[in-house]
């Protein structure tokens, strides 16, 4: 069996933004008030951001395909 061209492509990354509401409601706030204590008027949205970060599982990865690597592997052995 000879594959003439084998081509790998990279897969994107499918970056997201978990607290992304929480995060730009925390400089609407600040750039408002100049509360960058979070003692007063930004204390609801401070707290908020951190609840979603305490929340949030950013290390966490689904299952990924492993097609990519294993045509990488296919392809040292075809050459």
Avoid: F
Avoid at 55 to 70: C, D, P
């Amino acid at each position: 069996m000879h594959i003439k061209k084998l081509k790998v492509r990279k897969g994107s990354p499918g970056y997201k933004t978990p607290c992304a509401g929480e995060t730009l409601a925390m400089l609407n706030c600040w750039a408002a008030s100049r509360d960058l204590s979070n003692m007063g008027a930004c204390a609801a949205s401070a707290q908020s951001l951190a609840e979603c970060m305490r929340n949030n599982t950013v290390g966490a990865k689904g299952k990924q395909s492993t097609i990519n690597y294993h045509l990488a592997r296919l392809q040292k052995v075809l050459k």
